[in-house]
């Protein structure tokens, strides 16, 4: 049982999940920096270097679960520690080498090691998974996510309503799938389609890390599986242009500079939710499909970004049933190994519901 909880990275997304999970637990939040914001937070704050492993290690040891909401590039660190204090450990990443760390990690160690808690990866495999076990043989499973603004501006048609450190990594590294049947790597920004939601036009296309473990655990089991990213037509042409054409994908930190101050965030996000199975049942052959749009919501007299919610209410469900039993209390969860009936009925499941 968990009673007390370590969230690092107090952003927006570390600010909800402390929140959230304050509603059970006893949370402490450490960033470098206390959070400026117009509203106070719940649980209490505390400023420190969480890149400094010595001020770090002793923090952790206070806690029965930590949950980073930090850049990608500082996870395997926490993890590291979390695991050697025997402490659970969550994080939102999408990187795919960090995941493979924490695995490895999850090997020796007595707590659960839970990466890419968030929405994609995260709560997309959890849903796609879930259309996927309905069938007695699987054809295919189309899993599609867009964190975009509402009223979009501008050629991208995109505003940086979280980390752009998180969205060039995306867009830079290769994406895995299964297609006929095989496992393989297929270039990022790659695999454009046309996809059309409640009359609306969108365009989609192949990023890294949103299918986590999924090609691993599917892998024998499916003809064609993959994840790719929901934009407004035209995104995907230009990225290619200014990775690609321009070689900014040499020189990430220009790169993702360029984009937050030309694309700063909004209030007003809509996050798209799209999963799609194909199989058999019985003696034919059908499709199951999923699809959600969620907005910004209030949360404890606060309104909050779908993007951050989404996100947020993801981790705090998969901490919610670690302690209640629900999963596994030591080693390595995949998402997709977690119910989707489960996930919903959650504390935080409810908001997904709506």
Same mark, same amino acid.
């Given at each position: 049982m968990i009673k007390n909880v370590l969230v690092l990275g107090l952003g927006k997304v570390g600010s909800l999940v402390g929140t959230l999970l304050n509603q059970q637990f006893k949370v402490v939040g450490i960033d470098k920096q206390a959070p400026h914001y117009d509203f106070p937070l719940s649980f209490k704050v505390e400023t420190g270097d969480v890149s400094d492993k010595a001020f770090l290690s002793e923090k952790i040891k206070e806690f029965d679960a930590v949950v980073s909401a930090l850049p990608y590039f500082l996870n395997s660190a926490v993890a590291e520690l979390a695991s050697l204090n025997g402490v659970h450990y969550f994080d939102l990443t999408e990187d795919v080498p960090t995941t493979d760390f924490v695995r490895k990690l999850s090997e020796s160690g007595k707590?659960?090691?839970?990466?890419?808690? !968030?929405?994609?990866?995260? *709560?997309?495999?959890?849903?796609?998974?879930?259309? +996927?076990?309905?069938?007695?043989? $699987?054809?295919s499973i189309e899993m599609r996510v867009g964190a975009l603004p509402k009223y979009p501006s501008g050629?991208?048609? *995109? +505003?940086?309503?979280?980390?752009?450190?998180?969205?060039?990594?995306? *867009? =830079?590294n290769d994406a895995e799938a299964i297609h006929n049947g095989s496992r393989k790597m297929v270039q990022s920004l790659q695999?454009?389609?046309? =996809?059309?939601?409640?009359?609306?036009? *969108?365009?989609? &296309?192949?990023?890294s890390g949103g299918l986590g473990t999924m090609c691993e655990t599917f892998e024998g089991k499916v003809d064609r599986l993959d994840y790719k990213t929901i934009r407004y037509p035209g995104h995907c042409d230009l990225m290619n242009f200014l990775i690609h054409e321009l070689h900014l994908k040499n020189d990430k930190k220009m790169?993702? /500079?360029? $984009?937050?101050?030309?694309?700063?965030?909004? /209030?007003? /996000?809509?996050?798209?939710?799209?999963?799609?199975a194909e199989g058999k049942k019985g003696s034919g052959y059908f499709r199951n499909e999923f699809c959600k749009k969620y907005g910004p919501v209030e949360i404890e007299g606060v309104k909050w970004r779908a993007i951050s919610w989404t996100t947020a209410a993801s981790i705090a469900a998969v901490?919610?049933?670690?302690?209640?039993?629900?999963?596994?209390?030591? !080693? &390595? =969860?995949?998402?997709e190994e977690i119910s989707l009936e489960d996930f919903l009925n959650t504390s935080y499941g409810i908001y997904f519901k709506n």
């Open positions: 707590s659960v090691m839970a990466p890419q808690c !968030g929405l994609a990866p995260g *709560y997309i495999g959890i849903v796609g998974a879930g259309l +996927a076990k309905e069938f007695s043989e $699987l054809r050629k991208l048609g *995109y +505003a940086f309503t979280w980390s752009a450190a998180g969205v060039v990594n995306e *867009y =830079i695999g454009k389609e046309v =996809i059309q939601i409640d009359g609306n036009e *969108y365009e989609a &296309f192949y990023t790169l993702e /500079d360029v $984009l937050q101050n030309a694309k700063p965030a909004v /209030d007003e /996000d809509v996050v798209i939710v799209y999963a799609a901490v919610e049933m670690v302690s209640k039993g629900k999963l596994p209390s030591s !080693g &390595f =969860i995949k998402q």
